[in-house]
């Protein structure tokens, strides 16, 4: 029978330090509600705080963010003070419209070829939204596969600024050197803040397609599969709820690792927190490879983890050329119909209306810190999350499996202010009402025109 190799050299525990939260808040951590439904979650994540402000310290001390190589916009590791990636920060002005993108491919599509620049159907430079936006979801219905984001504000010469700013910058820092009382008047000589998102970077994961093609050739055993499909239903969801138009199978990531080694890393973590000195730490791969020749019997434990969700939340169901497809639909978990697990801890939140309610307003409250926020664009973007919703609910109740799920006609739920109980449209087969609530009324809207290409 064979077994799987699991290759846990890259696999490190993460890990952050707590402590306590101080009164105030850091001025540079956005605050926004991320609450469940039963509002039991604090207003701001204290293990995300915490590792923005020893980002911050970081910083100060000279250890800068580093940026990404890959990927099309500028995305940078931000480090711990004793040199650690402890997550990942995306500045809005640098995203891949941004002014400020430090890589040149977008800007080369921007000038050369305008008629294909951006999807037609997401709000453009609103990808750090996007991002706090998917964890806030991922939150409410705890589904627990995005690692935990947060808009934030930092600032570090490691970013993309003009210059511009780094020569106004400079001039006030010498100012402030040579004229203290002229110098003392400026409310920032620093670089200036970048607003962006902040996600906590996931130590031990592979991109999906790693895994998927290792479980091709060796087949999970039974509980370690049970445990995989529990986790890929719930990325399902996350994506279809916020519509997300760029999941392919590099941007969805696995974690593969037996539970021995899991405890291995646990105690080489602490060790290394203790120390917080790398050269102080234990081989991970050496602890890691003898754990796993001990006792290789012992349960696969296996997590997904849902990156890149910058390109979700569209104002409108992709109509143009492409469908932007979810590259999951294709996988054999797709063709499992939901578990009764599944089924029963998300069914009743979505079914809910006033949760549903709750959810679209803490994604308002979180949209409004943009300083071009525009209600109308997010109105249309919650129809569409509304429509998702809803297709999802019909789902789950038939039992129907991912792959069914994503061929129902999309469909957007509109909301109206006032609207005539009497005028309600419902002799129109497009368009009927949902439900009303209070002076306000829902209606459903099939879509009637769909991409040239289905399969990109």
Request: charged residues 25%.
């Amino acid at each position: 029978m064979a077994t799987l190799d699991l290759d846990t050299d890259a696999s490190h525990s993460s890990h952050f330090r707590y402590r306590e939260l101080k009164e105030s808040v850091p001025p540079d951590v956005i605050m926004v509600p991320m609450g469940g439904h039963d509002g039991t979650r604090d207003a701001v994540d204290l293990q995300l705080t915490s590792a923005v402000e020893e980002a911050e310290r970081a910083i100060e001390s000279g250890i800068h963010p580093e940026l990404i190589s890959s990927g099309s916009s500028g995305s940078y590791f931000v480090k711990h003070s004793n040199n650690r990636i402890i997550g990942v920060f995306k500045p809005k002005d640098e995203e891949p419209y941004g002014q400020r993108n430090p890589k040149w491919g977008k800007r080369i599509q921007r000038l050369c070829c305008p008629c294909c620049f951006g999807r037609s159907c997401v709000v453009l430079n609103q990808g750090y939204l996007s991002e706090a936006g998917a964890s806030l979801v991922d939150q409410s219905l705890q589904l627990n596969v995005v690692p935990k984001t947060q808009v934030v504000k930092l600032a570090s010469p490691a970013f993309n600024y003009s210059a511009l700013d780094r020569a106004t910058s400079r001039t006030k820092k010498t100012l402030r050197t040579r004229m203290p009382k002229l110098g003392r008047h400026f409310s920032r000589v620093e670089l200036p803040l970048k607003v962006g998102s902040f996600q906590l970077f996931v130590e031990g994961y592979h991109d999906a397609q790693h895994w998927l093609r290792r479980f091709e050739t060796t087949p999970l055993p039974e509980p370690a599969a049970r445990r995989f499909q529990n986790q890929f239903e719930r990325l399902v969801i996350l994506d279809y709820i916020t519509r997300n138009t760029d999941r392919t199978h590099s941007n969805w990531l696995i974690k593969c690792e037996r539970e021995d080694d899991c405890t291995a890393q646990d105690t080489e973590a602490k060790l290394r927190s203790r120390a917080l000195s790398p050269s102080s730490s234990l081989s991970i791969s050496s602890s890691s490879s003898v754990s796993s020749s001990s006792s290789s019997s012992s349960p696969i434990l296996i997590s997904i983890a849902a990156i890149d969700n910058g390109l979700a939340f569209p104002f409108k169901h992709p109509d143009a050329w492409r469908t932007y497809p979810f590259h999951w639909a294709w996988l054999p978990q797709a063709n499992e119909p939901f578990s009764k697990e599944i089924v029963d801890s998300i069914l009743p939140l979505i079914s809910d209306m006033n949760f549903v309610q709750d959810l679209t307003q803490s994604l308002e409250k979180l949209f409004q810190t943009d300083d071009n926020f525009d209600s109308e664009i997010f109105e249309a973007q919650m129809s569409v999350m509304r429509g998702q919703i809803l297709n999802l609910a019909q789902a789950l109740r038939d039992r129907k499996s991912p792959f069914q799920l994503v061929q129902m006609p999309p469909v957007v739920v509109q909301r109206h202010r006032n609207f005539p109980f009497s005028a309600t449209p419902s002799h129109s087969p497009r368009l009927s009402r949902l439900d009303s609530v209070g002076e306000e009324t829902l209606t459903q809207k099939f879509l009637t025109r769909y991409p040239i290409f289905s399969r990109f």
